[in-house]
C-alpha cells in the first residue's frame, strides 16, 4: 500500500510538469532490470576463471560424469539428465553440448557432430553419441575438492565450479553477449598454454596468441593481450595451383567454405575481382579451387580476394570473465596466471587430502598389524558386552602404540572388531609390514610433493603435454602482413566516358568519348584548359570545367608520372613552362595550376607516366621586331618541382602554336626494389633486402625448393611462397650452376647454363618423384665443397673442393649435366667464389645532372632570341620537394 501511495503521488506531481519531465519508477520495477541483467551476466553468457566453464557447459560436463560408465551416451539423453540441473529448454543444452564437443578436447564424440569447416549442422540429438574424454577425466573432475550448491528445484546438488585443473578457458575460447557487455575470449594452441604455464610457475615472461581450429594465417601485431580495442587479423591460406587456378586450403577463423564462396561471388558479381568458376572440393581438409579467366594475374586476384571477400577478415578480442560473482576485464596473460595459480591451489589441496588418506591407511595398517600379531583378538572371547570388547582392546593394544602418529579412538577399535577371522588365519606378517613400508614411502613422497609444490606442478603441466599434446601442434600460422590497396588490385569494371567541350566526367556518358577502364572506387585525375586540376571519385556524372584537355585514373602517392606544361600568364601575358608531380590532394577541390591571373590558359600539356621528357617546337606570332619565330624546348632542361610553382619563362611574345618534335625519354633513375622477407613481398620502402635497381628491361629471377625456375618482371603486387631459395636480379649473361638429386640414377648431378626463354617456367631437375635440388649458384666462378661420408672400416675421405667453371661447360637448362661424383657424399657447401670483373656496359642514357646553382632562376626567359643556348636549364637529380628521383616505373 505504501508503494501504491507512494507511486500516487509521483503521477500527481507529474500532472503539472511537462510531458517530457522524468517519472520514478518504484517498487519491483526498480530492482527487476537489475536482477534480469546481473542474471544473464552471471548465469548465461560470461564463463568463470575459475573453470573457464559458462552455467551450461559445466552442467553439461557434471551430467557427462554421472552418467559416465566408460560408454557413449546418447545426446538426447546427456541433454535430459542436463535438464535437471538447468532450468533452460533441451534446444540451448544441444546447442552447447555440440559447441563443446566440435572443440574435440572435452567431449569424446560419435556420429555427425558437424563440420566446423563447411558450417553443416550436427545431427539430431537422438542420433549422435557422446562420453568424457580421457583429458575431462583427468583434469576435470576431483570430487573431494568440489564445492557444491542445490540445484535450482532443489533436489539435486551441483557443483559451485568445476576443480578444472588446467586453463580450460584459453584453450576453448568463449563468446557471449550479456546485457551492458559481452566477452569474446579467442581460443589458444593446447601446448603453448602448458609452455605458458610452466614459464609463468618458473617466473618466466611469456606470450599467448590465438590459434584457431580452422587453421589460416594470422596477424597479431595489434592482439593487445585480448583487451578491448585489440585486433588480429585473419586470412585464408591461397596459392597458385597453376597460371589459371588458385586454391584455398584453410579459411579464417569465423568463416565456413559455404559463406567464403558466398562472398568471393558477390565480390565477382559486383566486377571487383573476375574468376571463371569455383570448386568446392572440402571434405576432411578444406580445398576450394578457384578457376581464372586467361590474362587475369594470380597475384593480383590473391590480393583482391583479400580486399573485397571474407578471405580476410579482422576480430576484435575482449577479455571478460566472472570472478567472485563480478565481471573482470583481463588479458590472457593475466586469465593464464590466475588459471595457473588455481591450478597449483587445487593440486596443493589434492597432495593435502591424499597425505591425510595415506597417514589413515598407515594408522590403521598398524593397528591391525599389532591386533593380530600379539593376538589381542583373543583378548575379548570372554567378555559379554560392547563396552567390555572395547576396553579389552585398548587395554591389549596400549603396550604397542607408542609409535603412533596419533591416539587410538574408539571407532579405530570398532574397525579392529570388524576384521573377518578368515582374513586373521591367513594373515602374513611380512607382507603386513612391506605394505605398511610402501604407504611410508607414499607419505614420504607426498609430503615431498608438498614441499616442492612448483616443481610437482611443472612435472604436472609436463605430464599433461607429453600425454595430450603429440597431436596438438599450432594450426595458425603468425605473420605479418602487408597491406593491400584496394584500388591496385580491383577489377576494373566499368568504363569512363568524358564530353570535353561540356566539362563532364562520368560513367553514364556512353554517347561521349570513352577514356579508359576504371573501378568504382577509383579516383579520376582531370586537367582543364584553363589551368585548373581536380581529383574525384568516380561517379555516373560528374561536372569538373567546361574544356577538359587530360583525364586519367589517379594513383596516390604517385611520385612517377609527371605532368609537362606550357601556359599562358593571362590575356596577353608571358607564357611559362613547368614539369611537375601530384602525390597528394583534397578530393574535389579545384586547383590553379596558373599563377593565377585571368583567362590564363594551357597552350601545351603530356602526361608522362615514366618522367618522360619530350623536345617541342615552339612558334611565334609575327610581331615587331621579333627575329626568332621558331625554336625548339626540350623539357629535360626543365626541373620537376611542385605543382602550385609558378615554372620558368618560355617567352614574353605571344605564342602562335607548339608542336611535338620529339618523343622523350625517361628522365628519372632506375627504381630500386627491396625484398621483405616477413612480408614476402617486394616494395620501395627500403625494407628487407636490396635486390638492385631495375629499369622496365629488368627482371627478376626466382628459383624454389622444388627446382622451378622462373624470371619475371617485377611488380609490387606480386607474391611469393616460403620455398624461394634464389631471388635476385637476373643478368642474361650470368651462367645459372645447380646440383641436384638424381633420383632415378641415385647420384648427384651439376649442369650449367643460361636461361634461354625468360618467358617460360622451367624445372631445372628431373622429373623423378625422389630428385630433389640441393645447391644453386648464381656467381659468375662458383665453388663447392663435397663432404664424404666415411664408410665402415675405412677412414673419411678427404673433402673434395670443385671448380664448377672447370668442372662443366655451359649448356642448355633441359641437359641433364655431368656426374658429380660416385662416392656416398655427406653434405655439398658453397665456398667463396672466384674473383671475377664485370665487363663495362655502355650506359643506353646519359643525361647530365648538375649542382642547383647551375639551375637558371624560375623567372628567366628561356628564349631570349639567339642566345637560348648560353641558358640551357640541365636536368637535376631531385625535385624541389625533395623527392628522390631517378626510378623506372615497372608497377
Not at 571463371?276 to 579451387?289: F, G, H, S
Not at 584500388?487 to 554517347?511: A, C, M
Amino acid at each position: 500500500m505504501e508503494e501504491n501511495e507512494e507511486v500516487n503521488e509521483v503521477n500527481e506531481e507529474d500532472q503539472g510538469n511537462d510531458q517530457g519531465a522524468l517519472t520514478r519508477v518504484t517498487g519491483m520495477y526498480k530492482d527487476w532490470f537489475l536482477d534480469y541483467a546481473s542474471y544473464v551476466i552471471l548465469e548465461r553468457a560470461v564463463p568463470a576463471i575459475e573453470d573457464g566453464f559458462k552455467p551450461v557447459q559445466r552442467r553439461i560436463m557434471h551430467a557427462l560424469k554421472e552418467l559416465d560408465d566408460g560408454r557413449y551416451n546418447k545426446v538426447a539423453n546427456v541433454v535430459g539428465h542436463t535438464m535437471q540441473y538447468h532450468p533452460h529448454g533441451d534446444a540451448s543444452i544441444a546447442d552447447a553440448m555440440v559447441q563443446i564437443g566440435q572443440k574435440d578436447l572435452l567431449i569424446d564424440t560419435q556420429g555427425n557432430w558437424g563440420n566446423i569447416l563447411t558450417g553443416d549442422g550436427a545431427a539430431a540429438s537422438r542420433y549422435i553419441e557422446a562420453r568424457l574424454s580421457k583429458f575431462a577425466l583427468d583434469v576435470v573432475f576431483s570430487p573431494k575438492i568440489t564445492d557444491w550448491q542445490s540445484s535450482y528445484d532443489g533436489r539435486k546438488k551441483e557443483p559451485i565450479n568445476l576443480p578444472v585443473k588446467f586453463p580450460l578457458l584459453l584453450a576453448q575460447g568463449a563468446e557471449g553477449i550479456a546485457v551492458g557487455l559481452s566477452t569474446k575470449i579467442l581460443p589458444h594452441n593446447f601446448n603453448e598454454i602448458i609452455d605458458g604455464s610452466i614459464k609463468h610457475l618458473r617466473g618466466q615472461g611469456f606470450k599467448l596468441f590465438p590459434d584457431f581450429p580452422t587453421s589460416g594465417i594470422i596477424d597479431v601485431t595489434n592482439y593487445n593481450d585480448g583487451l578491448r580495442g585489440g585486433k588480429i587479423r585473419v586470412r585464408a591460406k591461397i596459392s597458385q595451383l597453376d597460371k589459371n587456378t588458385l586454391v584455398i586450403n584453410e579459411i579464417p577463423y569465423g568463416t565456413n567454405t559455404s559463406s567464403l564462396i558466398d562472398s568471393i561471388l558477390k565480390a565477382n558479381d559486383k566486377g571487383k575481382i573476375k574468376i571463371k568458376k569455383i570448386e568446392d572440393n572440402t571434405a576432411a581438409q578444406v580445398e576450394i579451387l578457384i578457376h581464372l579467366p586467361g590474362g587475369i594475374s594470380p597475384d593480383k586476384t590473391i590480393d583482391a580476394l583479400y580486399a573485397f571477400t571474407s578471405c580476410e577478415s579482422s576480430i576484435s578480442p575482449l577479455g571478460c570473465i566472472i570472478e567472485d560473482n563480478k565481471p573482470l576485464f583481463i588479458g590472457v596473460t593475466e586469465m593464464l596466471r590466475r588459471s595457473t595459480d588455481n591450478t597449483v591451489a587445487m593440486l596443493k589441496s589434492e597432495l593435502e587430502i591424499q597425505l591425510a588418506e595415506l597417514q589413515e591407511q598407515w594408522h590403521f595398517a598398524s593397528l591391525e598389524r599389532i591386533f593380530i600379531e600379539n593376538r589381542i583378538y583373543r583378548d575379548i572371547e570372554e567378555e559379554e558386552t560392547w563396552e567390555g570388547v572395547i576396553s579389552a582392546i585398548d587395554k591389549g593394544l596400549k603396550p604397542h602404540i607408542k609409535h603412533l602418529r596419533r591416539g587410538v579412538t574408539e571407532e579405530d577399535i570398532a574397525r579392529l572388531t570388524e576384521i573377518r577371522i578368515k582374513r586373521i588365519s591367513k594373515f602374513d606378517l611380512d607382507k603386513a609390514q612391506q605394505f605398511i613400508d610402501s604407504l611410508e614411502d607414499k607419505i614420504a613422497q607426498t609430503k615431498d610433493n608438498l614441499t616442492n609444490l612448483i616443481d610437482f606442478a611443472i612435472s604436472y603441466f609436463k605430464e599433461l603435454k607429453s600425454k595430450y599434446g603429440k597431436d596438438r601442434g599450432r594450426k595458425s600460422e603468425i605473420r605479418i602482413f602487408d597491406d593491400i590497396e584496394a584500388t591496385k588490385v580491383v577489377i576494373r569494371n566499368t568504363k569512363l566516358y568524358v564530353n570535353r567541350e561540356e566539362g563532364f566526367i562520368g560513367t553514364s556518358l556512353r554517347r561521349d568519348e570513352y577514356v579508359t577502364d576504371c573501378s568504382d572506387i577509383d579516383d579520376i585525375i582531370v586537367f582543364t584548359k584553363s589551368g585548373h586540376m581536380m581529383v574525384t571519385k568516380v561517379d555516373s556524372k560528374t561536372f569538373i570545367g567546361k574544356n577538359i584537355i587530360h583525364v586519367a585514373v589517379f594513383k596516390k602517392k604517385d611520385k612517377r608520372t609527371t605532368y609537362n606544361m606550357i601556359y599562358k600568364d593571362g590575356r596577353g601575358g608571358s607564357s611559362y613552362v613547368k614539369r611537375f608531380n601530384v602525390t597528394s590532394m583534397t578530393r574535389d577541390k579545384l586547383y590553379d595550376l596558373t599563377a593565377g591571373k585571368n583567362n590564363s590558359e594551357i597552350t601545351y600539356f603530356s602526361a608522362n607516366p615514366n618522367g618522360e621528357a619530350e623536345i617541342v617546337t615552339v612558334f611565334l606570332r609575327q610581331a615587331g621586331n621579333i627575329k626568332k619565330l621558331k625554336w625548339d624546348l626540350d623539357f629535360a632542361d626543365v626541373m620537376i618541382k611542385g605543382r602550385a610553382s609558378k615554372g620558368n619563362i618560355v617567352t614574353k611574345y605571344s605564342v602562335k602554336k607548339i608542336e611535338l618534335k620529339e618523343k622523350g625519354l625517361s628522365t628519372l633513375k632506375p627504381r630500386k626494389l627491396w625484398f621483405d622477407e616477413t612480408v614476402q613481398r617486394l616494395n620501395v620502402d627500403n625494407r628487407g633486402e636490396l635486390l638492385g635497381e631495375f629499369t622496365n628491361e629488368d627482371r627478376l629471377l626466382i628459383v624454389n625448393q622444388k627446382g622451378l625456375l622462373k624470371v619475371v618482371i617485377p611488380e609490387l603486387t606480386m607474391r611469393f611462397d616460403d620455398d624461394i631459395i634464389v631471388l635476385e636480379k637476373w643478368i642474361p649473361n650470368k651462367p645459372i650452376s645447380v646440383i641436384y638429386w638424381e633420383g632415378d640414377k641415385e647420384l648427384f648431378y651439376l649442369k650449367r647454363f643460361l636461361v634461354e626463354n625468360p618467358d617460360k617456367e622451367e624445372n631445372i631437375i628431373t622429373d623423378h618423384p625422389k630428385s630433389y635440388l640441393e645447391k644453386v649458384f648464381t656467381d659468375y666462378r662458383p665453388m663447392a665443397e663435397i663432404v664424404f661420408s666415411k664408410k665402415r672400416g675405412m677412414d673419411r675421405k678427404d673433402n673434395q673442393e670443385i671448380n664448377i667453371e672447370e668442372f662443366i661447360s655451359i649448356k642448355g637448362s633441359s641437359a641433364m649435366g655431368n656426374q658429380l661424383t660416385r662416392e656416398k657424399v655427406l653434405e655439398i657447401n658453397a665456398l667463396a667464389p672466384l674473383p671475377y670483373e664485370v665487363p663495362e656496359v655502355p650506359e643506353t642514357l646519359d643525361i647530365e645532372v648538375v649542382d642547383e646553382e647551375n639551375i637558371v632562376p624560375e623567372t628567366k626567359d628561356l628564349n631570349k632570341n639567339s642566345k637560348k643556348e648560353n641558358n640551357q636549364i640541365k636536368p637535376k637529380g631531385k625535385s624541389s620537394e625533395g623527392d628522390e628521383e631517378g626510378q623506372i616505373t615497372l608497377f
